[in-house]
Nanobody, 125 residues
């Protein structure tokens, strides 16, 4: 029900923009987020944004480099990634839920009801 795209192979310092759109059946989405999972590691929180007042949350590792945005009418969320580093290499997943998640809950994978298929981002040094 979520379709993610935009991954690819880039060099350190480059930029990428990830996109994620929910299908028409996925209605009343409130919190949308991005997670990532590097090879051999657990899935980790990257960023989240809520509908309405648009509360935005970032992992410390991406603050100042990544920007999340959304278009509510389209149930779409985007992740602009600048100044990419090799340690950003991972499969990136978008996630969504009808729940209005508080900041601490936004980082928990179990709080999300819908997941995209993942898009691979590879950053070479």
């Amino acid at each position: 029900q979520l379709q993610a795209s935009g991954g690819g192979l880039v060099q350190a310092g480059d930029s990428l923009r990830l996109s994620c759109t929910a299908s028409e059946r996925t209605f009343r989405i409130n919190t949308m987020a991005w997670f990532r999972q590097a090879s051999g590691k657990e899935r980790e929180f990257v960023s989240a944004v809520r509908r309405g007042f648009g509360s935005i949350n970032y992992a410390n590792s991406v603050k100042g480099r990544f920007t999340i945005s959304r278009i509510n009418a389209e149930n779409a969320v985007y992740l602009q990634m600048n100044s990419l580093k090799p340690e950003d290499t991972a499969v990136y997943y978008c996630a969504a839920t009808p729940k209005t998640l508080i900041t601490s809950a936004q980082t928990m994978t179990a709080q999300y009801d819908y997941w995209g298929q993942g898009t691979l981002v590879t950053v070479s040094s």
